[in-house]
């Protein structure tokens, strides 16, 4: 049984990486082209170039994880100790000094963010997802505390989008508003991680070789890649956060540039949010009635009919609202299935081949995430270049504006397509019984590890 407190203490970790990962994905690329005055072709590039080198990253910290042993466990000193230095690396990339010229400019924001994407976010998020499936081995209970973490995310997504320009803007619009609202995330994101440290607890502890600390690397590597289902949710994630990049890296110049108001960005944030935020507190129920897969194929269903609706009159901001209303109802489904399906490869995988590779599987995983929202981000960049973005122009030429409306709209339908057909193939839950026994059976679930 997990107690009221200890949720609350784990939903706080997404609080902590949200307030990272939203201002990342939706104002850096904004803040490059249109502050920075980087070029939005080199911008998206660099942003892609430091969440591809996740793919590097990732693995190599997944798997130091999975190696980790300490008196607080294997996942949460990692969780502890990458808050400050990503804190910092994150103040630097809205923090480009005015006075270096252009290649001092490009080098200073490629080092920064490649330092907190690639590196300390990469290390902070994969703990923080593990966390996950060593808290508890009950399907349920990682369903509920999913619920909690994405409530918790999808509020902070609510405020960082809703309140983040219009702070800049009251703090002057310049370089020292930019940095002194990353400054105050950035120490928010300390505080919460200590939170998540202090107030959960591992309990899931396999033992002999079912251990990740007893098996060779080779072992380790090998029982995630045999893993069929690996590649299906990796696959999710990658269209999911891609889908979720170019939405908020787009929807900046969207609401400025189609819409006509730069502001409006966080009334759509608003619309595709609250959906979501209402939604959440009914998935646990939802997903033990009708089960993951089916409520996956519903939400895609669902978003892209949310997508479709706004092409009838991309400038009309009622018609854009309601299509953002109904592509976060069908958001729900994902926002707390998609971590706790992780969960399920991560237990398939022990029951298969005898090897708990938490850290690893997570790592392998959130690559898809982490290419997602660099993809994202750096195919905004080259599609605004391509249809002749001019930063700061009054009004953009009819290219321009269609390279948004392109990206705003008919690509995230067109993803909305290939979540639902590797939905369709999900069909895990079909082991979860003898999944359940076999590690009821096999594997031991110790004392809490805390500290």
Not at 67 to 92: H, N, Q, S
Not at 395 to 409: E, F, R
Request: glycine fraction near 10%.
């Amino acid at each position: 049984m997990i107690r009221l407190r200890e949720k609350l203490a784990y939903s706080a970790g997404d609080i902590a990486q949200n307030l990272v990962q939203t201002p990342l994905t939706a104002f850096l690329l904004f803040y490059l082209t249109d502050l920075v005055g980087i070029g939005a072709a080199i911008a998206g590039t660099i942003l892609l170039f430091g969440q591809l080198l996740n793919g590097l990253t990732d693995l190599v910290i997944g798997y130091l994880i999975d190696k980790t042993e300490t008196r607080w466990g294997k996942v949460r000193p990692w969780v502890l100790f990458t808050a400050i230095p990503m804190a910092v690396f994150f103040v630097m990339s809205f923090s480009v000094p005015a006075a270096l010229d252009e290649t001092g400019k490009i080098v200073w924001i490629a080092v920064s963010y490649a330092a907190v994407v690639a590196v300390f976010f990469t290390a902070s998020n994969i703990a923080y997802s593990a966390l996950l499936s060593v808290i508890t081995p009950d399907p349920r209970a990682r369903i509920t505390l999913s619920s909690f973490r994405f409530f918790a995310a999808l509020l902070t997504i609510l405020v960082v989008s809703s309140v983040t320009l219009p702070v800049i803007t009251a703090l002057g619009g310049d370089q020292a508003a930019w940095t002194t609202t990353a400054s105050i995330y950035g120490a928010i994101m300390v505080a919460t991680m200590a939170i998540v440290f202090f107030g959960t607890k591992e309990r899931v502890v396999p033992q002999g070789e079912h251990s990740s600390t007893a098996q060779p690397a080779r072992v380790l590597f090998r029982s995630i890649f045999r893993n069929k289902y690996f590649y299906l949710v990796a696959g999710l994630f990658v269209c999911f956060y891609i889908f979720n990049g170019v939405n908020q890296a787009a929807g900046v110049y969207y609401a400025s540039d189609v819409l006509g108001d730069a502001n409006t960005f966080g009334l759509l944030s608003i619309a595709g949010l609250i959906p979501v935020l209402v939604g959440i507190p009914f998935m646990s129920a939802a997903f033990r009635r009708f089960g993951k897969r089916r409520l996956f194929l519903i939400g895609s269903g669902v978003m892209l009919a949310g997508s479709l609706i706004p092409l009838l009159g991309p400038d009309n901001l009622v018609l854009v609202l309601v299509g953002s209303l109904i592509r976060g109802f069908g958001a729900v489904p994902f926002a707390v299935g998609l971590f706790a399906i992780v969960a399920d490869v991560v237990d398939y995988g022990e029951y298969r081949f005898a090897v708990r590779a938490d850290g690893l599987t997570y790592s392998a995983v959130t690559i898809g995430l982490k290419a997602g929202a660099g993809v994202g981000a750096g195919l905004t960049g080259w599609v605004l270049a391509a249809g002749g973005y001019t930063a700061g122009a009054q009004t953009q030429p009819d290219t321009a504006i269609s390279s948004i409306v392109l990206l705003y709209l008919v690509i995230p339908a067109v993803l909305v397509v290939i979540i639902g057909i590797l939905a369709s193939l999900f069909t895990i839950e079909k082991h979860g019984p003898a999944i359940r026994e076999a590690l009821a059976r096999d594997a031991e679930v110790e004392s809490p590890v805390a500290g």
